[in-house]
């Protein structure tokens, strides 16, 4: 039981800091300019899907942004045995019980699908939406839901040139006049059409997961319109951005075109003594001092949670994702008061900042 719990905490626990705002707050103005968004994954797993229709109506209502499902066949956290839906059937049902908030997976699994057949789910979904859809793709991580079902699970190394190969054969479709072609070493597509196009133009916005940077911010800078951060420190954050920079400089690209997003628990609790027991708590399971765990929890009251995101903000992000799942991260009535105590204030400073730059 021990062993489930670390494991569960190890894995759901991303890094937010409490670190002085003014660390990489000059790197982040000079590169990432854009509005501050507020998204909830709702990982389909220990659920029903009546259940998940009414957290995503819920979470429209309260105002997110963005609205995620994760890609897996195994629960990636909890009993191996638990339900998992699937997530772009899931996607499909989310377009039609959603009217605004924009909606995508958070990543696509790469091995899953063959880039043309994930192109096609992806324009779909994009029609079902009204041009919602935001494309979440990353190379794969969890080995042992490709152990059990039998899907190939190549090195890294494969696993991201594959990576590439897709963003390359997807877009390439995307933009077939009338057709596309492309033979690489994983994919090949031959004078292949593709009608109808996604609604939106040129194409649904690309969001790449990983900080890999061999391969993957190189890909991030090449076809990338958002890049999803995993489990880092804002200083951290501000160091792999500065690389993102790099590459976007060896290509011609401007990076501030790039949006950077922060998937995160949430661990908002108004009473000091609860959210010093759980500290406490996962300090123990995790045999690290309470100070430590603090710089891996977002956790506190609403102005606790403020200043840590701001430090995400310094570094440079400005899109926010809380991963809502089962079990010990569903904590809906923590994302309400998310919801009303917190985003607003950054809306409100985003709302003063652009009216003061005009």
Same mark, same amino acid.
């Given at each position: 039981? %021990?062993?489930?719990?670390?494991?569960?905490?190890?894995?759901?626990?991303?890094?937010?800091?409490?670190? $002085?705002?003014?660390?990489?707050?000059?790197?982040?103005?000079?590169?990432?300019?854009?509005?501050?968004?507020?998204?909830?994954?709702?990982?389909?797993?220990?659920? #029903?899907?009546?259940?998940?229709?009414?957290?995503?109506? @819920?979470?429209?209502?309260?105002?997110?942004?963005?609205?995620?499902?994760?890609?897996?066949?195994?629960?990636?956290?909890?009993?191996?045995?638990?339900?998992?839906?699937?997530?772009? #059937?899931?996607?499909?049902?989310?377009?039609?019980?959603?009217?605004?908030?924009?909606? +995508?997976?958070?990543?696509?699994?790469?091995?899953?699908?063959?880039?043309?057949?994930?192109?096609?789910?992806?324009?779909?979904?994009?029609?079902?939406?009204?041009?919602?859809?935001?494309?979440?793709?990353?190379?794969?991580?969890?080995?042992?839901?490709?152990?059990?079902?039998?899907?190939?699970?190549?090195?890294?190394?494969?696993?991201?040139?594959?990576?590439?190969?897709?963003?390359?054969?997807? $877009?390439?479709?995307?933009?077939?006049?009338?057709?596309?072609?492309?033979?690489?070493?994983?994919? $090949?597509?031959?004078?292949?059409?593709?009608?109808?196009?996604?609604? &939106?133009?040129?194409?649904?916005?690309?969001?790449?997961?990983?900080?890999?940077?061999?391969?993957?911010?190189?890909?991030?800078?090449?076809?990338?319109?958002?890049?999803?951060?995993?489990?880092?420190?804002? @200083?951290?954050?501000?160091?792999?951005?500065?690389?993102? &920079? @790099?590459?976007?400089?060896?290509? +011609?690209?401007?990076?501030?075109?790039?949006?950077? %997003?922060?998937?995160?628990?949430?661990?908002?609790?108004?009473?000091?003594?609860?959210?010093?027991?759980?500290?406490?708590?996962?300090?123990?399971?995790?045999?690290? $001092?309470?100070? @430590?765990?603090?710089?891996?929890?977002?956790?506190?009251?609403?102005?606790?949670?403020?200043? &840590?995101?701001?430090?995400?903000?310094?570094? +440079?992000?400005?899109?926010?994702?809380?991963?809502?799942?089962?079990?010990?991260?569903?904590?809906?009535?923590?994302?309400?008061?998310?919801?009303?105590?917190?985003?607003? &204030?950054?809306?409100?400073?985003?709302?003063?900042?652009?009216?003061?730059?005009?």
């Amino acid at each position: 039981m %021990s062993r489930y719990f670390i494991g569960l905490f190890t894995l759901c626990c991303l890094s937010v800091t409490t670190v $002085t705002h003014a660390q990489g707050a000059a790197t982040s103005k000079a590169v990432n300019k854009h509005p501050i968004r507020f998204g909830l994954q709702v990982a389909q797993q220990q659920t #029903t899907v009546e259940e998940l229709k009414e957290v995503w109506k @819920e979470a429209e209502a309260l105002g997110f942004d963005t609205l995620w499902v994760n890609d897996h066949l195994l629960a990636s956290v909890g009993p191996p045995e638990g339900s998992e839906l699937e997530a772009w #059937t899931l996607l499909a049902a989310m377009a039609t019980v959603t009217s605004k908030v924009k909606i +995508g997976a958070m990543v696509s699994n790469n091995t899953f699908r063959h880039p043309a057949v994930l192109a096609k789910m992806a324009t779909t979904v994009d029609h079902l939406s009204n041009g919602r859809l935001i494309l979440g793709i990353g190379a794969g991580w969890f080995e042992h839901e490709h152990q059990a079902y039998g899907v190939a699970f190549p090195s890294v190394k494969d696993r991201t040139k594959a990576l590439g190969e897709s963003l390359e054969v997807i $877009t390439k479709l995307w933009a077939a006049e009338p057709t596309a072609s492309f033979k690489g070493q994983y994919y $090949t597509i031959t004078d292949a059409p593709f009608m109808p196009k996604p609604v &939106q133009k040129p194409h649904p916005p690309i969001m790449i997961g990983g900080i890999g940077e061999k391969r993957v911010l190189p890909l991030v800078a090449k076809y990338a319109q958002m890049w999803n951060i995993p489990n880092l420190e804002p @200083e951290k954050i501000a160091e792999k951005g500065k690389i993102l &920079q @790099e590459d976007c400089k060896k290509i +011609g690209r401007n990076c501030a075109e790039i949006e950077w %997003s922060y998937l995160t628990p949430l661990y908002i609790k108004t009473d000091p003594a609860s959210a010093n027991s759980l500290l406490e708590t996962v300090a123990k399971l995790r045999n690290v $001092t309470v100070d @430590e765990a603090r710089k891996s929890i977002l956790i506190g009251d609403p102005a606790a949670i403020r200043q &840590q995101l701001q430090a995400y903000v310094d570094a +440079g992000v400005t899109h926010f994702i809380i991963n809502l799942r089962k079990p010990g991260l569903y904590d809906r009535e923590g994302v309400r008061l998310f919801a009303k105590e917190v985003m607003p &204030q950054f809306r409100r400073q985003a709302a003063q900042s652009a009216a003061a730059s005009k």
